[in-house]
């Protein structure tokens, strides 16, 4: 009897644990666009939805980097809108939501790139430091 509890009990709990799902708060710390669509880009512009993050860049050159650093703040998952002028003059936007890999740490911030690619095409990722046992850092990331 009590064999048939222990079981009936286990089950209940692992079906309570699945119905919720695993949905970790992640930070974040570093926004990163990168330029590779071969000339310069204007008026860049990214919006991290579900928060105040922001980043402007009037014009970022071909192979050039608009970024901003900040403090840690809670990323909503929400996506990313990115809009900017590609070097063809035409007005480009995406919104973009890369899942963040599973086995990142919530407990360590994570970093935000997007790479502009000459097509106009964007690749969203994230990199992640860990602190490694040398007193140095291993960086994770998606690509």
């Known amino acids: 009897m009590k064999g048939l509890l222990a079981i009936v009990a286990a089950a209940s709990l692992a079906g309570c644990a699945g119905s919720y799902g695993y949905n970790p708060n992640y930070y974040f710390n570093y926004v990163e666009v990168i330029n590779l669509s071969g000339g310069p880009?204007?008026?860049v512009s990214l919006r991290v939805n579900g928060s105040s993050r922001a980043l402007d860049c009037?014009?970022?050159?071909?192979?050039?980097?608009c970024e901003?650093?900040?403090?840690?703040?809670?990323?909503?998952?929400?996506?990313?809108?990115?809009?900017?002028?590609?070097?063809?003059?035409?007005?480009?936007?995406?919104?973009?939501?890369?899942?963040?890999?599973?086995?990142?740490?919530s407990g360590l911030s994570v970093q935000v790139y997007l790479e502009i690619r000459e097509n106009g095409s964007v690749k969203a990722y994230?990199?992640?430091?860990?602190?490694?046992?040398?007193?140095?850092?291993?960086?994770?990331?998606?690509?």
């Not at 703040?73 to 990313?80: A, D, N, S, T």
């Open 126 to 143: 994230y990199k992640q430091e860990e602190p490694g046992r040398n007193g140095g850092s291993i960086i994770f990331d998606r690509l």
């Open 68 to 105: 901003d650093r900040f403090g840690k703040r809670r990323y909503p998952q929400q996506g990313l809108d990115l809009s900017w002028t590609h070097p063809d003059g035409s007005a480009r936007s995406d919104t973009l939501s890369p899942a963040i890999p599973a086995f990142f740490s």
């Open 41 to 43: 880009i204007r008026d």
């Open 58 to 65: 009037e014009r970022v050159n071909a192979n050039a980097i």
